[in-house]
């Protein structure tokens, strides 16, 4: 396989689910032999500022969790959007949650013998990772507590003991975003994903989802896909509701 810029995300489909999968550093060239497999390819600020990034001269294989495993099956039911934007921005959102799990693997994968010793970023503050542990965190409390309405950005950032204004400036740096613009499209991929699976009506999912009203849900649907959220659910449906798929998203936001 070619060398690309990014970072990349290379598994083997499997009916029984993802076991592994291959973390791939930016311009490392892999040997996949024969098979089918998928790849994402990504962007992060983190990683790239990572001194157990830079130390890779190699893929490092990874033991799929029950998260990543849902993250996969995911992936693999938006491939058919695969050149959207819509695609392109829940992947992402995706990918950031997987984040702490590649970073626990990182920090423990042995350095490989030939590892040239770890350089400076080239640009820009460094990221020192372990002060994006706190940030990070706080993704994964956002996730657990986006049904919650009244989860404002001094919730989110107390949880992890950072002034409001310090934690939007870290959380811009590693994520070059928002986290209310984040919380956001959390909430807005969640919603796509119960209007896919789910026969909820729309006030179950502005329940399920942390939003106030139908009339923003619908807003926020049409924005991100051009239809109505009815639309959107019969354009997705493809013999019914798939209980796997349910399973999935449920697992995912766990």
């Given at each position: 396989m070619e060398e690309r810029n990014?970072?990349?995300?290379?598994?083997?489909?499997?009916e029984t689910g993802v076991s592994r999968f291959m973390f791939v550093p930016p311009?490392?060239?892999?040997?996949?032999g024969a098979g089918k497999f998928v790849s994402v390819i990504f962007e992060s600020p983190l990683l790239a500022a990572s001194e157990s990034v830079r130390a890779l001269t190699s893929p490092l294989t990874v033991d799929a969790s029950p998260y990543a495993q849902s993250l996969f099956a995911l992936i693999g039911s938006l491939r058919r959007d695969a050149f959207s934007d819509l695609y392109q921005a829940r992947i992402a959102v995706m990918i950031a949650g997987l984040l702490p799990e590649l970073i626990e693997q990182l920090k423990s994968a042995p350095p490989a013998?030939?590892?040239?010793?770890?350089?400076p970023a080239k640009s820009g503050r460094p990221i020192v990772l372990i002060n994006a542990r706190p940030v990070i965190y706080a993704v994964r409390f956002m996730k657990r507590n986006m049904g919650n309405p009244q989860l404002s950005l001094n919730d989110i950032a107390h949880t992890?003991?950072?002034?409001?204004?310090?934690?939007?400036?870290?959380?811009?740096?590693i994520f070059s975003q928002s986290p209310i613009r984040f919380l956001n499209e959390l909430r807005l991929d969640r919603t796509l994903r119960l209007l896919e699976h789910t026969d909820h009506t729309l006030k179950e999912i502005c329940r399920g989802v942390g939003v106030a009203d139908s009339s923003r849900l619908c807003s926020m649907v049409k924005t991100a896909?051009?239809?109505?959220?009815?639309?959107?659910?019969?354009?997705?449906?493809?013999?019914g509701v798939s209980g796997e798929g349910e399973a999935s998203w449920q697992k995912f936001y766990s």
């Open positions: 990014g970072f990349r995300l290379v598994w083997a489909p499997e311009r490392t060239r892999i040997d996949l013998a030939d590892s040239p010793a770890p350089q992890i003991g950072y002034h409001p204004n310090y934690f939007c400036q870290e959380f811009s740096r896909t051009g239809m109505t959220p009815m639309a959107f659910r019969r354009s997705c449906r493809h013999g």
